[in-house]
């Protein structure tokens, strides 16, 4: 079955932290993205990448960065923890091409206090 | 710039009545539609999509949808609901013709609750 892992399930971090989520895929998908989910704002994009070392910005990058060192790892990273950056996390990949689905993980719900 | 619209915050029917969740759109050109399920504390899981061909598409679990031009439709369907369809459900769209890296934009979701 295919997969995209997300290293936590739930996440406790203090402001100022830098957090890391890590999100590895298994398919040989080159796309992967960051989402987060807030209730009543649906899904928003963070960042995204097409191919490993490329990255694009999404609606919401302000806060965050990512790494894709290698094909099948993706990771977002919060500079310095605050907040507003409570949410649910959601990473997806899915195959280069516009027909496609994504596949998601089953997410990081991150609390900062 | 492309959006998609979820009219509905929560859906509620009762089992085994057919069920509707409503999604329209906006695009520039031909719009790529999807419709993705989550769960509880779950990620998204995708259920069906349009791309070209027959308006009518099925998909997993016995969910079909409409694609309907003139009323930039997308709805999600079901003759027959079941307790275990509760669940939030997301439309998403994606602009082919917008160049570049076509970004897919997600509906706000809509919680569907099927009564016993």
């Known amino acids: 079955d295919v997969k995209v892992t997300q290293s936590s399930r739930y996440l406790v971090k203090r402001t100022g932290e830098k957090v890391f989520l890590e999100c590895v895929q298994d398919m040989d998908h080159e796309n992967m993205f960051w989402y987060r989910q807030d209730p009543g704002l649906g899904l928003r994009l963070i960042y995204f990448s097409y191919d490993v070392k490329m990255k694009e910005k999404g609606d919401i990058p302000e806060g965050y960065s990512v790494s894709r060192e290698k094909k099948e790892r993706f990771s977002l990273i919060l500079e310095s923890a605050s907040t507003n950056q409570t949410s649910m996390y959601l990473c997806?990949?899915?195959?280069?091409?516009?027909?496609?689905?994504?596949?998601f993980g089953s997410g990081t719900r991150l609390t900062v206090v | 710039a492309q959006s998609v619209a979820q009219p509905e915050d929560q859906v509620n029917v009762a089992e085994g009545n057919p069920l509707t969740v409503k999604c329209t759109y906006s695009v520039s050109g031909n719009p790529y539609l999807f419709w993705y399920v989550q769960y509880p504390n779950r990620g998204l899981q995708f259920l069906l999509k349009?791309?070209?061909?027959?308006?009518l598409v099925k998909g997993s679990y016995g969910f079909e949808a409409e694609f309907n031009k003139s009323q930039t439709s997308f709805h999600l369907k079901k003759p027959s609901a079941l307790v275990s369809d509760s669940a939030l459900y997301f439309c998403a769209v994606r602009d082919p013709d917008s160049g570049g890296y076509q970004k897919v934009t997600f509906g706000t979701g809509t919680k569907l609750q099927v009564i016993p």
């Open positions: 997806a990949s899915s195959p280069a091409g516009v027909g496609y689905g994504y596949t």
């Open positions: 349009y791309i070209t061909g027959d308006n």
